[in-house]
């Protein structure tokens, strides 16, 4: 037998076609075809063929990679590979965790006006007024209203009608930015309808509940009349009131605010009304125009996707709830869009840590330009210094001409502000992962694919207090501790920046007896770590250096880790091929990371490599010899 | 004994050589090729909740979630989507609950009653209405159609849920499903729908629930 | 076979062999069924198994300060803390709620090692006994353990609502999967049919050709394992569909028959129907295991002020559970209760810890409690403990590896043990605690 046909016939047997086997040279295509075209089309496409798209592929000119390009750069590939990180990361909240801040709520009660009738009005709990019978409450006492309003609860005991110049002295008539699209123009008019739902794509109002009692649609909305203020920034004023103690007023339910430390020492001096300070220590800070600042606790009509496994656009339930709930959809959003983003443009895997970037919509938008910092500066960060903030995403980056009510049209913001890291400084991220350890677990387990796991490690008692050299605990705090610290200067449950000029590392006014460490020193500097002699930022005891270098130092020190590559490449391959790798996968993860890496870190090389290799596209059940 | 093996030996040894004439070849018998298949043995994977629901909406002709729920209810035919949701597998980040990883009894009953109101429904609109507007019956309707006049239209169906030709798949298939087809229709002389758009729903429903359409 | 698993193998051998006589002394009857509970985020113990009330080393005790005590029926105010609950065998904390009445039936664990302050770890550790390697689970959950060894009969071996089941591997016969629900409604509404196009018949033919389908497939494919699961499943929905499953199980009817529960608590009141489901469906003896979980403990703000009474309402429903089970006859044993022969394990990914946190909450902690309601086990006592200065395990007694605190695997292992199933078949790790054991 001639050796060319001999070895023919040994690949006929080597290769031998049992119909499982694709058969890429002719037209007519095998099972083993159609199934890697579907497995494709699944994973790329977002479902299966349609029999057009079968069709199309059974032509003789069908080029599957010309195919495989043009799917790489669509969203629904982008898609794909955000949900392996939306798998992992898993960046949403239960309901129970809420985003209530004091000036950012805005309370609605019922009250009698001048004609007897029954009508909402807004007022914010923690409003300053200088009026001291109703500072920090509702702007009606009970002898004018015939009623207490607790926080966050229904108004106790019987409304009777304000009278008239009360009425008009102390509240006013406001076209918010839920109710009104031009809510910045003198006189609004762009009202909330149900068009709204095509023009602004899922700013949804449930109608029937912004009506007044007697069912016509909500014009305006009463508010007290100093939440309706727009200055940017008020004045600071003092009322003499210090440490009241004794029983609460008359026809109150809380004392009268007193005098804090920041308002006396800063009597008179303008204070940012973004932030909770101002709010706090101004009867000139109100809800902005449109009341744009401030967040409707009722009613609860606000429409948003409870079901959206496909995305918001197509959501399977909406359910009305309130705005708060409503706001923070868009934070699970904001991550969404921001690493679909990442893999759709074929962007540098990195930048999910380093990026300074991120995309925002309508509501992000108001979000960031007016509520974000709502919680700064944070308790008695006044004795720091800390008053106007420093923050994490600079609202001056927010572009200006943002519809709020326009969901789903996406701006691109290149640059947060230089204390962005791109995932990491996301208020879903800080608020999923409420402390540092399991901000730094987060990254670490799902960017190198390694876990803090001690087993059989026996826990003494022990008064050591640095975890890194407690006997039991040093096997996992070695490591963690340090990378926890990246985050110390973004407090726990929160998200507000401490800047380092403001809390250094070490304070000489903290270093004290630990036993009597002041308050305000004790939230921020650490008594375990603190003595006459020596004090150390929360958090930053295992790594100083880390603590000043912020997630950003998080993000270079995982992206340079030599770890990172292979944990991409084992998170996106496992996805796919829909098993976990092996050791057999070694040699082959290992390639597959060098196609990650010589491509720039961009995933859509490395999806290529992956759904053109034997192990995606062969793999069968097929029974061998059948 | 050994003395004539002694003697044979002496007498080849010493005798004239012979020549040994060529014999044609015989080709081997009794053996079987084997075939090698080198390629990879794996698990079917199961299509990701995202995947079917997405497939689903597009079954249904493109409509959004919401205008399947009106389309589908009626006649009991369809609840709430979040009552079949989770037990599709999907995950549910807020509560750190992870997506199914396998099959159960409460998602295929969910796969399955999403399968029966999309066969309905597609049975009504698909094969009274307009020729050009059909999304999962892309065919001209039969009455009683034959073994042959079915596999042609079951092709179409078979493509559209499995993504490949009835052809290809194991022998028995068609026949099957032709008997379900048969024994349904045969059942539904009257009612809601005829004895062939029963057959057709049911064949539907048996793709849409075929464990070739819930794996990849 | 590695040689250290071979080791194992032998040791776990010679351990059943030697065990032998208990196990088999122990061995469950068919008929028994249990309940997995999972309280989800991590459990202050310090309110109810294992309680502080006094500042002494780390700990800082609940007060009225820090908690909301208004609600708390067994808070009783002490110095600046409270008066823990003395019973004859148990010291208890004012979150015990309904289950104080039941003190002599509960089995608590404490001290337990757990070696993990992360919710993944934690909850991987307590339900399977091990630690997850790499992010995946290397073993499968209890009730997925005990569905395989005494469920596979029944209509549904296991249904698992938001529990942290996980069927893991290719040893287990795959009918124990669990059913996977996020809240019962969901189960009644998949099982529901129009009556108006197909049929019961149709629905069976259907059923018949699925079934042929997946087994074909079956005999032609490397794993078969796969088709031949989801030829069961047909099967097995195939009885559901005709039986009156969807009118029984409906939150509706549930509620109705079970007023018992409280379905307007405040932080378990929706999923409080999961306990009339538990009880219902044992009763008709259509499920082996029930799991479920009742979370919101994860408090590490302000939101700790409500920890007590999340706790106290977790521990008045498992107690509805327990008196239901009281007055229900068994579904194959006329003569007795269902208490008899239901066992119920709680368990939660690790405890809180002692001091507070800048937040006015508590972080995690590595340690933690259990609780067991059975007759298998010694009620009303409590075993292990912790440190009085820094809540941290101490050594419980001797076991194969030494002197060392109990640990969720031995927990698991004594759980399986107590009903004659050899953990060794499943678990690495653990030891059965005879102690614990009635």
């Known amino acids: 037998m001639k050796r060319p046909l001999a070895l023919a016939c040994l690949a006929c047997l080597v290769f031998a076609n049992d119909g499982t086997r694709a058969d890429r040279t002719t037209a007519a295509k095998t099972l083993a075809d159609y199934r890697y075209f579907r497995a494709l089309s699944i994973d790329l496409v977002g479902r299966p063929p349609l029999v057009d798209e079968l069709a199309a592929y059974e032509q003789p000119d069908f080029v599957l990679d010309r195919w495989l390009d043009k799917q790489l750069a669509s969203p629904e590939y982008a898609e794909r590979i955000t949900r392996v990180y939306l798998d992992l990361l898993r960046l949403e909240v239960p309901q129970s965790v809420l985003f209530h801040t004091a000036s950012t709520d805005l309370q609605a009660t019922h009250v009698l006006d001048p004609n007897g009738r029954d009508v909402t009005l807004y007022f914010r709990q923690a409003q300053r007024r200088r009026n001291a019978a109703i500072d920090g409450q509702v702007c009606f006492t009970e002898d004018e209203s015939g009623l207490k309003v607790p926080h966050d609860a229904a108004a106790i005991g019987s409304p009777k009608p304000i009278p008239k110049a009360l009425w008009d002295a102390r509240t006013v008539l406001v076209k918010p930015w839920w109710l009104y699209a031009d809510y910045r123009a003198k006189d609004p008019q762009d009202r909330a309808s149900p068009d709204w739902v095509q023009r602004f794509g899922g700013f949804e109002l449930m109608q029937e509940l912004f009506v007044e009692r007697d069912k016509t649609p909500m014009t305006a909305v009463r508010v007290c009349r100093e939440e309706a203020q727009t200055a940017e920034q008020g004045k600071v004023f003092v009322t003499g009131r210090t440490n009241v103690k004794g029983p609460v007023p008359a026809g109150r339910l809380t004392r009268p605010p007193s005098d804090s430390r920041f308002a006396i020492a800063n009597s008179g001096k303008l204070v940012s009304c973004i932030t909770d300070n101002g709010v706090k220590s101004s009867a000139e800070c109100g809800c902005g125009i449109g009341l744009e600042r401030c967040l409707p606790s009722g009613p609860p009509g606000f429409m948003m996707p409870t079901e959206a496994p496909l995305g918001v656009r197509e959501p399977f339930q909406k359910t009305a709830r309130p705005a708060h709930l409503w706001m923070r959809t868009w934070w699970t959003e904001e991550a969404s869009h921001f690493m679909a983003r990442i893999f759709e443009d074929d962007r540098d895997v990195r930048e999910l840590l380093t990026s300074r970037a991120t995309t925002v919509n309508g509501p992000l938008a108001l979000f960031y330009r007016t509520m974000s910092n709502s919680r700064c500066c944070g308790d008695v960060a006044d004795l720091f210094g800390y008053t106007t903030p420093e923050p994490l995403f600079d609202p001056a980056a927010v572009p200006a001409n943002v519809v709020v009510q326009d969901t789903t049209t996406w701006v691109t913001i290149a640059d947060r502000g230089p204390h962005a890291a791109g995932l990491m400084t996301m208020p879903i991220f800080l608020l999923k992962y409420g402390t540092r350890r399991q901000r730094a677990h987060a990254v670490y387990s799902t960017f190198l694919c390694k876990d803090f796991v001690a087993n059989n490690v026996k826990l003494q008692p022990s008064q050591e207090p640095d975890l890194t050299k407690r006997p039991g605990c040093a096997t996992c705090h070695t490591r963690l501790e340090p990378l926890a610290a990246y985050f110390t200067r973004i407090p726990e449950g929160n998200w507000t920046y401490l800047p380092p000029a403001l809390f250094p590392i070490s304070l000489d006014r903290c270093k004290q007896d630990p036993k009597n460490m002041h308050s305000g020193c004790k939230i921020y500097y650490d008594p375990a770590f603190t003595s006459t002699s020596h004090t150390v930022l929360r958090g930053a005891h295992a790594s100083p250096h880390n603590a000043d270098a912020g997630p950003q130092g998080l993000a270079t020190e995982i992206t340079s880790s030599p770890e990172f590559a292979p944990c991409v490449v084992k998170n996106v391959a496992e996805s796919l091929l829909g098993r976990p790798l092996t050791a057999e996968d070694g040699a082959w993860q290992t390639a597959m990371a060098k196609t990650f890496v010589d491509g720039g870190f961009r995933m859509r090389a490395l999806v290529r490599a992956i759904v053109t290799a034997p192990a995606y596209r062969d793999v069968n059940d097929q029974r061998s010899g059948r | ?216 | 076979m590695r040689r250290r698993d071979a080791l194992k193998l032998l040791a776990g051998g010679a351990a059943a062999v030697s065990l032998h006589p208990l196990l088999r002394a122990a061995g469950s009857q068919p008929d028994d069924f249990f309940i997995f509970i999972h309280a989800a985020g991590g459990w202050d113990v310090t309110l109810w198994s294992d309680p502080r009330n006094e500042r002494r080393g780390i700990t800082e005790p609940a007060t009225t300060a820090t908690l909301e005590t208004g609600a708390l029926r067994y808070w009783r105010n002490r110095a600046d803390s409270f008066e823990p609950l003395a019973t004859k065998g148990h010291v208890l904390g004012p979150a015990i709620g309904g289950l104080y009445d039941l003190a002599d039936r509960l089995t608590i664990i404490n001290g337990i090692a757990m070696n993990t302050v992360s919710h993944p770890d934690g909850i991987a550790y307590s339900c399977t006994g091990r630690h997850r390697t790499g992010g995946t689970l290397p073993e499968s959950s209890i009730d997925v353990l005990v569905a395989n060894e005494r469920g596979l009969a029944q209509m549904m071996p296991g249904v698992s609502v938001r529990f942290p089941s996980a069927f893991v591997g290719t040893h287990l016969d795959r009918r124990a999967v669990p059913l996977r629900i996020a809240d019962v409604g969901a189960l009644t509404h998949s099982f529901e049919r129009s009556p108006d196009y197909l049929d019961d018949a149709d629905r069976t033919a259907i059923t018949a050709v699925l079934s042929e389908e997946a087994t074909a497939l079956a005999r032609s494919s490397t794993h078969p394992a796969t088709y031949e699961q989801l030829a069961n499943q047909q099967q097995s929905l195939a009885k559901l569909l005709t039986g009156d499953f969807t009118h029984a199980f409906s939150r509706k009817q549930l509620e109705s028959a079970y007023p018992q529960f409280n379905y307007r608590g405040r932080a378990h009141g929706k999923q409080a129907v999961v306990g009339a489901f538990a009880v219902e469906a044992i009763r008709r003896n259509v499920v082996r295991c029930v799991s479920f979980a009742l979370g919101q403990l994860d408090t590490h703000g302000a939101n700790y002020r409500t920890h007590g009474t999340v706790l106290q309402e977790l521990f008045d429903l498992v107690a509805a559970i327990v008196k239901l089970l009281d007055t229900t006859p068994h579904p194959t044993s006329p003569t007795a209760r269902l208490s008899e022969r239901t066992h119920i394990l709680v368990v939660s990914e690790f405890c809180r810890t002692p001091q507070l946190n800048t937040n006015g909450g508590r972080d995690h902690y590595p340690n933690n409690s259990a609780l067991v309601i059975s007759p298998r086990f010694r009620g009303g006592r409590s075993f292990g403990s912790t440190d009085p200065d820094q809540l941290l395990p101490l050594d419980f007694g001797k076991f194969a590896d030494g002197a060392r605190p109990l640990a969720p695997p031995d927990v698991l292992a004594t759980f399986l043990g107590a009903f004659g199933i050899n953990p060794r078949r499943y678990m690495r790790d653990g030891e059965i605690v005879k102690a614990l054991l009635a």
Request: proline share 7%; aromatic share 10%; net charge positive.
């Open chain 2, 1 to 216: 004994m050994i003395r004539r093996a002694v003697l044979l030996v002496v007498a080849v040894a010493c005798g004239r050589p012979e020549t040994i004439e060529p014999s044609r070849a015989v080709p081997f018998g009794g053996y079987s090729e084997l075939a090698l298949d080198p390629t990879p043995k794996g698990h079917r994977r199961m299509v990701p909740p995202e995947v079917y629901l997405r497939a689903y909406l597009t079954w249904f002709g493109g409509l959004s979630p919401a205008q399947v729920f009106q389309k589908a209810r009626g006649r009991k035919l369809f609840d709430q989507w979040a009552d079949y949701l989770v037990a599709l597998g999907l995950p549910d980040y807020a509560i750190d609950a992870p997506r199914a990883a396998q099959s159960n009894t409460v998602m295929l009953a969910a796969m399955g009653r999403l399968g029966e109101a999309l066969c309905v429904r597609s049975v009504e609109h698909d094969l009274r209405g307009r020729p050009d507007k059909r999304a999962v019956f892309a065919f001209e309707p039969i009455a009683n159609p034959s073994r042959d006049e079915f596999a042609s239209r079951f092709d179409t169906l078979h493509r559209t849920f499995l993504s490949y030709p009835a052809r290809l798949a194991p022998a028995d298939r068609v026949d099957r499903f032709y008997a379900l087809y048969r024994s349904v229709a045969a059942r539904h002389a009257s009612g809601l729908l005829s004895a062939d758009e029963s057959g057709w729903a049911a064949v539907c429903a048996a793709l849409v629930q075929h464990p070739e359409t819930g794996l990849y």
